[in-house]
């Protein structure tokens, strides 16, 4: 499989089945993000694995309405990190989630290619995170991602529309609203 056959199958699914959660596979993904590139070899990522079924089942609570699917992941990736564990830049930019975020994607691409979903969400509460795994305060929750493996099994929880992105893959946006050549021109 190609790089790109694996970008194309990458898919946020929401219908998840058990998975074994090893220590082999944990390194494999952690290993994964850490060859990422980021600003003077800084490393600014950390993660949080959590796969014990009694953490598993205190992590509900941090999950927003419709979210009730993770339920059903066999591992959730805390994503964390700070600005100063990376290049502070002086204009103001937060580069670190930049960061961050490529070392995720490497990861994610890396579960997808051994068969896993692996579905970042938004729809957390950070503070609620912080209290269920002891995270200190400074460090920013950036994004749960939630590993399982694909089942055609579709969840009763899910919603028509979550239903409908099962089966289909939101439309991404034409090449030419998403770059421009030489000059802004959106």
């Excluded at 691409?109 to 609620?128: C, F, M, N, S």
């Excluded at 089942?151 to 992105?165: A, D, F, G, R, Y």
């Amino acid at each position: 499989m190609t790089l790109k056959d694996l970008i194309e199958k990458r898919r946020a699914y929401r219908s998840l089945a058990p998975v074994s959660i090893t220590k082999e596979l944990m390194d494999d993904l952690a290993d994964c993000a850490r060859l990422a590139p980021s600003c003077f070899n800084k490393q600014p990522w950390r993660y949080i694995f959590v796969h014990d079924p009694d953490v598993l089942k205190r992590m509900r609570a941090a999950l927003s309405p419709g979210n009730e699917w993770v339920h059903y992941a066999s591992l959730i990736i805390v994503v964390l990190s700070k600005n100063d564990m990376d290049c502070e830049m002086k204009d103001g930019r937060e580069y670190y989630v930049y960061d961050v975020g490529m070392a995720t994607g490497f990861m994610i691409l890396r579960a997808t290619e051994l068969g896993l979903v692996a579905h970042p969400i938004a729809g957390y509460d950070p503070a609620v995170t912080r209290q269920v795994l002891g995270i200190p305060e400074d460090m920013k929750v950036i994004t749960l991602v939630n590993v399982g493996k694909r089942t055609e099994k579709v969840p009763p929880v899910l919603s028509e529309k979550q239903i409908e992105l099962e089966e289909h893959r939101p439309e991404r946006l034409p090449l030419d609203r998403i770059y421009c050549e030489n000059r802004y021109s959106f």
